[in-house]
């Protein structure tokens, strides 16, 4: 439903208190309706209206000169009042400087991701599935859709959830046994490659490690890991445990089944 927005201006002349009570949503029409839409308690379907009314509309807070104009011929009593209500609350919506941070097309995708974790501090904190999901976007891969599946269909978390030890796994966990795969691989390669040298890539599941790991990382791994923790819940299940509760800590499934998908069929 389309929706408009107004000051009543009286309203947002009494006090700042007041001045959240003064904005004003009616419908399409312009109207205010209740007792199930049968009766108008506000009408403001024509620039008359609003000027009888002294309701101002929010699109003209930015540009309100041919408003301002029609207020002066329909009544130049109530301008000294359209004054004030200009200068305590249109002036200050007018003047408002908004910080900006301005990055370059050459900047990382992880400095994007980066910057943007420091700077949501007043809303709520993004994970590392969602910053993860919004640098693999810049390559195209739908990261939630490959997780949850897409609309109408499932992905891995279905098929991981319908297992009993399983069912409360979460997309960070699964990421965080991808980043020990990866890690472990870029492990043996510098060990390999950097004999003697202390510049040696550590095994690690820690968030800023899961913020730099590339898709192709991801997309290697994804599938031998589902079989991994598959097989984790069937190793579990071996043992005797039927439900979560009874898992001595929850976060031990997660390098469980980065081993059980390094061992494979081993």
């Known amino acids: 439903m389309l929706r408009h927005y107004y000051f009543n201006i009286h309203k947002a002349l009494a006090g700042l208190t007041s001045l959240e009570d003064a904005i004003v949503a009616v419908d399409e029409q312009k109207t205010l309706r209740v007792n199930f839409g049968r009766d108008i308690v506000l009408d403001l379907t024509s620039q008359a ?59 990382s995708k992880e400095a994007v991701c980066l910057v943007f974790e420091k700077v949501n501090t007043g809303g709520v904190p993004l994970s590392v599935f969602e910053l993860v999901t919004a640098t693999y976007a810049a390559d195209g891969f739908n990261l939630r859709d490959d997780w949850q599946g897409p609309p109408g269909g499932k992905g891995r978390h279905h098929q991981l959830a319908a297992k009993p030890l399983l069912k409360d796994l979460e997309p960070t966990d699964f990421l965080q046994a991808i980043s020990l795969l990866h890690t472990y691989e870029r492990r043996q390669a510098d060990i390999a490659a950097k004999k003697g040298s202390k510049d040696i890539t550590a095994v690690s599941a820690k968030r800023e490690h899961i913020l730099v790991m590339p898709l ?51």
């Open 216 to 266: 192709a990382a991801y997309q290697k791994w994804a599938d031998r890991l589902t079989k991994g923790f598959l097989e984790a819940d069937a190793f579990l299940r071996g043992e005797g445990f039927r439900h979560t509760r009874f898992r001595p800590y929850r976060t031990q499934v997660v390098p469980l089944a980065a081993v059980m998908t390094h061992l494979a069929e081993r």
């Open 49 to 107: 209206r609003e000027f009888e009314t002294f309701h101002f509309p929010c699109n003209q807070i930015l540009n309100s000169n041919n408003w301002e104009y029609g207020l002066m011929a329909y009544n130049q009593q109530l301008m000294s009042r359209f004054m004030d209500f200009r200068m305590k609350v249109l002036e200050p919506f007018r003047e408002y400087m908004i910080p900006v941070i301005a990055l370059k097309k050459q900047t």
